[in-house]
């Protein structure tokens, strides 16, 4: 197995674990069971159980990133490129919902160690958003009374907080429904009249 | 100190020394500490540390929807009413933000251990919200597009979101600003058209 390989498989046991008991009651240990490897072989890869919580993140964040810009290429209406943006994020969710509890329940809390490097890919996800309310701003199909890094905020939260209802209960309803309610709720909210 | 008195004032040690430790970190002798009692008075109120956060969390709910309810009394118009409903959610965050941070925050990661009771009060507070999108409905005001329930969490996730950045960095705007900004965003995305 390569080097890269074993790191993922590592990542991957981390988000099975974490996931399963929560952050702060997972060991390093318990990680290196699920994961098959010697408790050792983790600390090649990562420092601590701190470091695993923030590689997943960072990971995370690079896939979901590179996604939804590789998505945004061809589009160039900045309505599009929001439902663009909603529905490449829930893609992201539903295909790894143990991940999804990891980062909106654990990753909250744990938040306090993370360095603003860290958290820089956030920002660049909340960006993606900003920019695009600016481009609809700017060619009169958002309104100006909404500021960008404000509105992008208030859409990461409404999309996040169905995110959690889904890592901890039994939706509601099912995820291709809420996307579209999102949709709706959001793009209208932004429009300028 | 009658035992009402002291009972609130564990709680209050208990929200600064979560929000200053985080919930993992801290131990109810902290909490003893700050509130000036000895450890074993803590036990005659609560159980554990669990216990600590969950009466936190009980208490603030509870205080947040009498508060909302109030305030919505003199109030027919669902547009109205939601609007009522962000501003009065703010006042209660602005007037604390170390509870703010500890709700958003510690209480996130610590939902687990939460019973299906304590969830309720949550539940009520969503109920609320989804109470107003359906009288919206009702009337023809807000959209029929939107599920309630839908609604009421992406508009509790909104406004928990920018209350997050408070608690954790240097906000991008004025509260009040970002207050104007929600409740533009919310209630035209809500909007029969």
Chains 1, 2 share one sequence.
């Not at 439902?83 to 969710?93: G, M, T, Y």
């Not at 539903?94 to 306090?112: D, F, G, H, I, Y």
Request: overall charge neutral; aromatic content about 8%; some cysteine.
């Amino acid at each position: 197995m390569s080097a890269k390989d074993k790191r993922r498989r590592i990542l991957d046991a981390a988000v099975q674990v974490f996931s399963r008991n929560g952050f702060f009651n997972s060991k390093v240990a318990h990680v290196a069971r699920e994961a098959g490897v010697a408790d050792g072989t983790i600390y090649l890869y990562f420092k601590n159980k701190e470091d695993l919580l923030i590689q997943v993140f960072i990971d995370t964040m690079e896939t979901a990133l590179s996604k939804q810009q590789a998505a945004l290429e061809g589009i160039t209406d900045p309505v599009e490129k929001l439902q663009s943006f909603i529905h490449v994020h829930f893609d992201v969710v539903k295909a790894t919902p143990n991940l999804a509890e990891v980062l909106t329940v654990e990753l909250r809390q744990s938040s306090k160690f993370m360095r603003g490097s860290d958290l820089r890919l956030f920002g660049q996800y909340l960006g993606v958003i900003a920019r695009i309310i600016e481009e609809g701003q700017e060619i009169g199909v958002f309104s100006r009374l909404v500021n960008p890094r404000t509105g992008a905020r208030a859409v990461f939260g409404a999309l996040d907080e169905l995110q959690l209802e889904w890592a901890t209960s039994d939706p509601a309803q099912p995820v291709s429904e809420v996307c579209g309610n999102l949709v709706e709720l959001l793009l209208n909210g932004l429009r300028a009249r």
